[in-house]
C-alpha cells in the first residue's frame, strides 16, 4: 500500500510541526509547576492572623531603685506621736545602738534578722520591682529577700504567723500603686535609727512615679500599741538601669565584714 502524501497526518511543513511541539512541551511545563501549588493549597493550613498586643493599663514601676539620699531615720524634720512610755524605750535604743560595738551592738540586722518594712527599702543597697500578671515582686539585694505583694484581690489570712516581712496585698489606683502590709512580728526596726513597732503593725505604702526616674513611695504607719495616731513619711527613690541586683550572704552571727 502507497502512503498517501496529501494526507493531514502528513501535510504540515516542518516549521509547523515544531510549532506545535513547542507549544506542548510549554503546556506540559506549565502543567507540571501548577500541580504542587495547588495542592499545596488545597492542605495547607490557613494562616492564623497575628493576635493584637493589649497594652497594660497598669502603671509600670519595674526596674532596679536606691534610695535617692540615705538617713538613719525615716522621718526628716519631727519624731512621731509616741504612746507614753515609748519615746523613752526608742531614745534609749538609740543611744544604745550610737556607743555600741557594731558587732554586738542592739541592731537586728547586725545579726542578719531581716529588717522589715519599710527599713529593708532604706538600706542602702538596691532593690528591684518586676510586675507579674497577679503580684509585684520585690528582689532585695540586702540579704537576698523577697517581697511578694499579690495584686489578685485576695484579704489577708485571719490567722497569720507574725513574719519580718509582714503579709502585703495591692491594688492599683490611677497613677499609684496602694500596697496594704500586716501581719508583723516585733522583731524589726522601722528605720536604721531604731523607730520600735509592736506586731499591732499596719504599714500602708503608696508608690508613685513622678518621672521615668524618679518613684516616690508613702508611708503610712499605724500601730496603736506604739504611736497615739498614725503618721506618713515620703522616701524619694532613683531608677538605676544600669545596675543589676548582686548576690548577699549573711548567716546568723556572721562576723565577716
Known sequence: MVRDLNSSTCCKSPGARTSLKTDSIRWIFAALLFLPLACHAQTAPAAKPAKARVPSSNPDFSGVWFVREYSRTILPKEDPPFQPGV???FKARDLENSHADPDVGPDP????????IPRTMLQPFPWEIVQARDRVIMIF???????????DGREHPKDMEPTYMGHATGKYQGDTLVVD???FNDKTWLDPKGLPHSEALHVVERFRRVDHDTLNVEYTIDDP??????????????????WQIQEYVCAENNRNK
Do not use: D, N
Not at 109 to 116: F, K, L, S
Open 141 to 151: 539585694e540586702y540579704q537576698g529577700l523577697v517581697r511578694q505583694i499579690f495584686m
Open 109 to 116: 540586722t547586725q545579726r542578719c534578722i531581716p529588717p522589715g
Open 181 to 183: 502590709t500586716v501581719g
Open 225 to 242: 500599741k506604739s504611736y497615739v495616731k498614725p503618721w506618713t513619711a515620703l522616701v524619694v527613690f532613683k531608677l538605676h538601669p544600669e
Open 87 to 89: 519615746e523613752a524605750f
